[in-house]
DNA sequence: GCGTAGTGGTGCAGATTTTGCAGCGGTCGT
DNA sequence: ACGACCGCTGCAAAATCTGCACCACTACGC
């Protein structure tokens, strides 16, 4: 879109911090992209980056125009869409930010179903934690976020909820595997593989250590549940997840989980959310919605309670 | 603004109902503007106008651009008046949409009190009917709504209410001007002078003499309450307007006015609002603080209990 | 039935704006 | 001290936009 060249270029610099790295990776000069910035300057009557010996950096000024060109540009996408959705073509892009939990399983049968009915819509789908999750809504960056207990941001807005109790994952010969729930005491009794601390599952267990007295001392500390998930059985290691990160026990499966009893670590909370106020592009609000039915789904069936069919 | 110009020339060309037209009130030659239309529809994708014999219309993209538009360039303003603020300028522009009721009294002294503490603020107040008032909002025509009984809009967000009981005015030496609180009834045997349906007070009333069997037959109906107010004393004419809208009683003014029981006629209420999820301009938000507190006393003291000091 | 006045759209030449090159003065790191 | 990088500025070339004359078309008046 032309008229929002130069917006784009004040983005450009900010991401380079400086005028002349932006304009090589712009394919401009230097002098056009810095005439424009003076030219847009002028217009605003306020510097909109502070000039440093060393190149630039955005002033306050800046800080709130940036902000502004994202929600115009998100804006304009959606309006954009709109257009092309009352032309018939059902096209469209979706942008989604989400837990790690959700990768393996829940987000490809989501898109698989939305897809199987828009063949033409498109998708992003990026890993953030409950943090950068909700700052990606904020800039724009994501249309909806899927997160397990977040950080709530005062400029986010929820969607849906739906409670997930926590589970331990093990191997299907793990003695613990013979208990239909489990209590976090049997589970201290076995070689501990645990999610770091910014996530939302190692962040409710912490909060039930502290609140009894029994310790979960970790063998094994990873960033991926992935990892954690596929870790060697023979150790008889024994890891936490929601259930939404997990596979439908279909008997055969090596790897089975068991609920850990809510008396001992309350459920968390996986939350649906999008930006505050911002009305979503036609392809992600669909899809927002076709999420809300299927966590209520989720919520009615297997996920806050006990033990998974199995 | 550069890059807003080519969508301003939209809204001409949509006000205009022409592109010549348009390109007249613009100072261009149809040319020009016929080719950035053109362009323009080229980067949608779809066509802005529908062309008619006779001159064009929005289509139905259209809409939805010029909607966009507007909120883009309101929020621009939004964007240069929180840099002038940070750059110490308390300078800005504050435009009210409000019912007839308070153009008299009280939006001349909250202006007055605002632009006490910041003299470089300008203000733009417009009569706009309770249907009116919340479109102008929704279209950027206004920043906030003043109105008496509105229509509630789903596109409108509520900042503050205040209950307002219907008083009758009347000439000081009026026979009804003793009693301190009114009957219906007790009107219903003098001349009496109404607004017109559209507004608030009229809207009340109507509703009460459906619910019960009293009929007050207006010997005047005018849209002006100004008028209402001002029609000459000696017929012992009877009008019905919200205090908010009258003079405190400083014991002299020939003009009087005395609250109808409320089991007769409910309280109406008066409603401060904005566009919903819009952010206002630092002058407008800080105006409609003050509203907001100026209305709670309001509503504290006078506004809806009984009689006002005699 | 035909002219007229109005509409949007187009080819081509001139006006206007934008871009790029070369060069200035400055700060930092080596 | 030197080189590398930074933002910024004349001046000429390039690109873009504007305007005139003109076309095709439709509604309206007579």
């Known amino acids: 879109m032309k008229h929002l060249e130069t917006l784009d270029f004040i983005e450009a610099i900010n991401r380079a911090g400086s005028i002349r790295g932006a304009a ?13 910035l003076l030219a ?93 999750a909700e700052r990606a809504l904020v800039a724009h960056q994501a249309d ?37 729930v489990l209590r976090l005491s049997d589970v201290a009794g076995y070689p501990i593989g645990l999610p770091s601390e910014e996530f939302g599952v190692r962040y409710l267990l912490d909060i039930a250590m502290r609140r009894s007295s029994i310790q979960l001392t970790p063998d094994i500390v990873s960033d991926s549940f992935e990892f954690l998930r596929c870790y060697p059985g023979p150790e008889m290691m ?12 279909d008997g055969r499966d090596p790897i089975v989980s068991r609920p850990i009893d809510r008396r001992d670590v309350p459920a968390g909370l996986l939350y649906l959310a999008q930006m505050r106020g911002r ?25 806050a309670e006990g033990p998974r069919a199995s």
Chains 1, 2 share one sequence.
């Open 238 to 249: 024994v890891t936490l997840q929601i259930p939404i990160g997990l596979p439908p026990d």
């Open 24 to 36: 090589d990776t712009l394919s401009l000069t230097s002098t056009a992209l810095n005439r424009r």
């Open 144 to 180: 909806i976020a899927l997160v397990f207990e977040p950080v709530r941001l005062a400029d986010v807005q929820v969607l849906a909820t739906v409670p997930q109790q926590v589970h331990a994952v093990m191997a299907r010969n793990h003695p613990l595997a013979a208990k239909p």
């Open 279 to 303: 009305t979503l592009p036609v392809a992600a609000a669909n899809f927002a919605r076709q999420l809300t039915r299927s966590l209520e789904r989720t919520a009615a069936g297997d996920g």
């Open 40 to 132: 847009l300057e002028e217009e605003l009557g306020a510097p909109i980056f502070e000039r440093l010996p060393r190149g630039v950096r955005l002033s306050p000024a800046g800080e709130l125009l940036i902000q502004h060109i994202r929600s115009q540009r998100a804006d304009l996408e959606r309006v954009r869409s709109q257009i092309a959705d009352l032309k018939g073509e059902r096209r469209g892009h979706v942008s989604v930010a989400c837990s790690q939990a959700l990768l393996p399983y829940f987000m490809p049968r989501e898109i698989n179903a939305y897809r199987a009915e828009h063949p033409r819509v498109t998708f992003e789908v990026n890993l953030r934690d409950r943090y950068r």
